[in-house]
């Protein structure tokens, strides 16, 4: 795994300054610098995960036990220790509230510790440099977030004596008014795999682990009922329900697109469906900028994100990827349609807007109609009917009920739709006459 797949976080918050805890690098301050009398204030550790494994972070905050009057308890932690998980590669900082009393003498030379414990998972591998690495490819959203950090004053200074905590150095101003207000406590993430890390990045860390754990379980056999269901509800909530066939070849299209992620035996046929073939890529040297279905992208930030996420695959790809998968299935029945028709569906961008058009349609109550559930998805869906065949199903029947669902809808025929009608019968009628069904 190349550095630059995990820029340095820490450095470019702190300039460079760094301690290292077994897997883990770290820096402190205290936020605000000078603490008012009665007031809150937080104690910031950043931390950046040097493995590729998650890595188990502990936190104990040691705040000055007397103040400049040698008066006791005048800092109370609000909740310690702490603990965090930390995903692979993860950079962020833990906040560490505390309250100051009123009365507690002011004073420029306090200092506070925190105690840093690490333990990173069996067989991680380090992926970031101990000397840092380079930052540069952030993006702006992040860059915001990090130049406020930057502001702060970081310190990397581990208490004389005591290997395993930082102390950060910060002055009490006295006369504040009392404030009971919460301040923010807990982790935020400034760097992950799973929002901001590459395709190429992502692949090399968990290509083997959705490879071997994830699609076994994306197979059509599997994914195809809760596609089902799932395009069911989503059709129904946009006020459009759907006919039971018509939901069965919206599902078949849309499984066909998970399936060939890793195909197997099947044959990867000559109407696009290699694009999906993403398994392939888990045999070959990858390319720094590698190319994904949005589908399969979403699959492996997911599994990024989220650790549980390969014990149940449909459910996350149903629940949260099912827009991405529509994204995907829209241009492919599209190509799918041109190459078996011969009629123009217009250029890659008009397709690509159209696409997104449907999605925002489906999330709309009344926004969903004929003429968009048909074309491409139902359409799409009569062109692969024989490649995902769902329990008990009888292709013939399902076929010469699809003429029958056409008859229904005739009363939504129109002009500005007369060709998706039209275009739909010829596609059912072509299925039944491959299939050697008389017309």
Known sequence: MATKDYPDILGYVTGGGRASFNGVQAALTVSPRVVRAGRPFRVLLLAQNL?????????TLHLPGRDARRQKDRFVAVSNPAAIRLRPGEAGYLALPATCH???AAGDDYRLGVAVSARPDAKSRVVRSEAGGDASDLSEKRRDVLDKLRQLEFTATKRPGRRDELEAPFRVLAGGRPDDTPVKSGWVSLWNLGEDGS???LLERYGSLVEKQVLPKLKKEHIFEPLRQTTDARFRAAGYPLKPLETLFIAKLLALIVHMAAPGEDQVDHLGSQAFHVAVLFRHKLPDDVALPRWFEGLLRGVAFNEQVPDNPAAFVCAKLYDALLLDAVPFAFNMIRTVTGED???EEEIRRYARSLVRRLKASGG????????PLVMGGTIIFDRVIAPGEKLEDTLRGMSDVLAMRDAEWTEDNDLVFLMTKELVNRSLRLFGIQI
């Not at 493995?51 to 936190?59: K, N």
């Not at 969903?368 to 074309?375: G, K, N, P």
Request: aromatic fraction near 8%.
């Open 51 to 59: 493995t590729d494994g998650g890595l188990e972070l502990g936190a």
């Open 102 to 104: 009123p009365d507690t």
């Open 199 to 201: 395709n190429h990045a």
């Open 345 to 347: 569906m217009g250029s």
């Open 368 to 375: 969903m109609d004929f003429a968009h559930a048909y074309l």
